[in-house]
């Protein structure tokens, strides 16, 4: 993942509209690639781009403007503008405060409301709450578009000051005005603020012997804690698993594999296609702890970027049945590259594919098994159907 990632409005916001597609995440689980550094093009980009009219606008502005000028805000709103021009959903520039809170959110605490936003054709749009999050508790639904904060629109936000102002201390509250898929009038929810403490993963035995395995987020201590779980797991020898992706936002990339390889023989479990073409596959490399233990997979609208690289490959190599709806979409791959003074660049690099060469970018990866409604208190369509097939077919 995926916590909410409310990053911090940027000091300056650019008088142009740019293409907004920032998968900020009210939780910014952005899914981190490994240390690839772009830096064989800088000095040919350096000599293309022509600074000269940039240069001559901040002379003008220094000379003639009547307030004073904020040098830092200026530098950081040129850095931003720079990156929202290349009208990517996923690269934007992260100010020392928003990298920081992205660290933290990585690790599972933080506070705000517990959800994903991302931005869709312009419109604020929610990926996920997090379960038990303020968020899901007071009714925010995966595909919500965002309408109003408070009383002031969103149509000419951008995504980062929705999330800034969605933001704040435990406690506080803060209204959305949002329009529901299939609901006709605009609904409002007032949420109260809490601290968010993310537990990347829960385990238990149910009826029937039937192992159940939830990963909320791919975080620091994710690969981890399902190692613990899968090892207990197997000890009791269940009939099935059922790992519940539903509502995880992805996470770190490294985490995929390992977990992939607790299920699978060593093989590839997504590959990398980056600029010029070439394609990087990245294998498990672990002992499978479950090789043939039936496994079931459920999914929703929810399940973006590392948690769809794992259900993809298990589906590839027919290790697992999907179960729910078409997942979210969120095929690339993020570098987070440290600038000066805590400052960092959050960078797409590379997109994903799965072990068949499926594009997960804006299409999502399709149950095998499609089945309608969210989990509620008192019931579970989804897991349910899960159980149905376990139960008939073994």
């Known amino acids: 993942m995926r916590p909410l990632n409310d990053l911090p409005k940027l000091s300056v916001k650019p008088k142009f509209k740019y293409v907004r597609h920032i998968l900020l995440a009210l939780v910014l689980f952005a899914v981190l690639g490994g240390g690839y550094i772009l830096g064989q ?91 038990g ?43 959305l005005e949002v329009a529901r898929p299939k609901v006709s009038d605009p609904i409002k929810l007032t949420i109260t603020r809490d601290a968010i403490h993310v537990k990347s993963v829960e385990s238990e035995i149910l009826s029937g012997n039937i192992g159940y395995l939830e990963i909320r987020q791919f975080g620091d201590d994710t690969v981890e804690s399902v190692k613990k779980s899968v090892a207990d797991l197997a000890k009791i020898g269940p009939r099935a698993v059922i790992i519940d992706l539903r509502n995880n936002p992805g996470g770190y990339l490294d985490a995929v594999a390992p977990i992939a390889g607790q299920f699978i023989a060593p093989n590839v479990v997504v590959k990398e296609k980056y600029k010029g073409g070439r394609i990087e596959p990245i294998p498990s490399k672990d002992v499978p702890v479950m090789p043939n233990t039936p496994l079931f997979i459920l999914v929703n609208g929810g399940s973006a970027s590392a948690a769809e690289i ?27 590259i440290p600038l000066k003074a805590g400052a960092a660049l959050r960078l797409t690099i590379a997109e994903w594919l799965t072990p068949n060469d499926r594009q997960i970018s804006k299409k999502g990866i399709d149950p095998d098994v499609v089945v309608e409604g969210d989990k509620k208190p008192d019931s579970d369509p989804v897991l349910a159907k899960a159980l149905e097939i376990i139960t008939k077919n073994q």
């Open 310 to 336: 794992l259900a993809g490959a298990l589906q590839d190599y027919k290790r697992a049945t999907l179960v729910g709806q078409k997942t979210f979409g969120k095929g690339s791959v993020q570098d987070i």
């Open 133 to 175: 999050s303020p968020a899901a508790t007071a009714g925010l639904m995966p595909k919500d578009i965002v309408l109003k904060i408070g009383d002031e629109s969103t149509s000419e936000m951008l995504l980062d000051e929705a999330v800034s102002k969605i933001r704040g201390p435990k406690g506080t509250t803060v209204t």
């Open 41 to 131: 093009t800088t000095t040919n980009a350096r000599q293309k781009l022509d600074l000269n009219q940039f240069w001559q606008v901040y002379d003008i502005i220094n000379r003639r403007y009547v307030g004073s000028i904020d040098q830092k805000a200026a530098s950081e709103g040129a850095v931003a503008g720079l990156v929202s021009s290349l009208g990517d959903p996923f690269s934007m520039y992260l100010p020392a405060e928003a990298r920081k809170n992205l660290d933290s959110e990585l690790k599972g605490e933080f506070e705000g409301i517990g959800a994903e936003l991302t931005q869709k054709d312009g419109l604020i749009t929610v990926v996920t709450p997090l379960d």
